[in-house]
């Protein structure tokens, strides 16, 4: 289980400006297997909510208690070392989750479809090819939650479906947590969805109630 208790965050700002509240008090429990939509417009804080779940940011007050594996946000390199190769990034990567390493770049090589790249400097590739690269990596490791941020971007459109086969797919078994400002995604994958607006995240009955309170806003 993945709980938020009373989560908040705030950026300062400058020029004496008071502090910007992203959001405040926010709850959220997801069970094993659930999969949640998060709603919200553009700069409503969906992917710091996201980081701060990931452990890649921490909130200013509140708890994020976890009992299951949760990933890193879903085609986000921001953790590769630029100066490493995408295979030695993998390989790192491997030992820090303590996976099979061959296993790992196997399937990262027959998954990104990098070629060369792969032994080419991270700092070298292209917003494309890291965001292959870290998908690639995300799928060689298997987590009880993945995180989604509708904003990732993996390549045309038959590369799309290669992910969504693999993930909603292969692991429809996972809990997933999907921000979108987009409501196709969460129609499609979630059973459960809640919308962010001005610092309060709203738990909805219905998937179909969450979409038509943000449409609305």
């Known amino acids: 289980m993945l709980q938020l208790l009373n989560i908040s965050k705030s950026y300062p700002m400058s020029h004496g400006q008071n502090d910007r509240v992203i959001f405040k008090d926010v709850n ?3 069970q094993p297997g659930e999969k949640w939509g998060i709603l919200g417009r553009n700069g409503a ?6 980081r701060i779940i990931s452990g890649s940011d921490r909130p200013d007050s509140g ?7 949760i990933s890193w946000p ?3 390199g921001g953790a590769f070392q630029g100066s490493l190769t995408g295979r030695d ?3 790192l990567i491997a030992r820090v989750y303590n996976v099979d390493i061959p296993k790992t770049i196997a399937l990262v090589e027959d998954f990104a479809e990098l070629g060369a ?3 080419e400097p991270v700092k070298s590739y292209s917003s494309g090819m890291s965001s292959r690269l ?6 060689a490791i298997e987590f009880d939650c993945f995180l ?3 904003g990732m971007s993996v390549g045309d459109h038959r590369f799309h479906k290669k992910c969504d086969d693999e993930l909603f797919g292969k692991r429809g078994d996972r809990a997933m947590i999907i921000v979108a400002h987009q409501t196709d995604i969460i129609r499609a994958n979630c059973a459960h969805a809640a919308v962010l607006e001005a610092g309060t995240l709203t738990v909805y009955d219905q998937v179909d109630d969450a979409i038509s309170a943000y449409e609305a806003l």
């Open 117 to 119: 790249y792969l032994d």
């Open 74 to 76: 879903l085609a986000f």
């Open 45 to 50: 804080g969906k992917s710091t909510l996201i």
């Open 28 to 30: 959220l429990t997801v």
């Open 63 to 69: 708890q994020v208690l976890k009992n299951m594996s």
């Open 148 to 150: 989604i941020d509708e």
């Open 89 to 91: 990034n993998a390989k």
């Open 134 to 139: 870290a998908f690639a990596i995300s799928m």
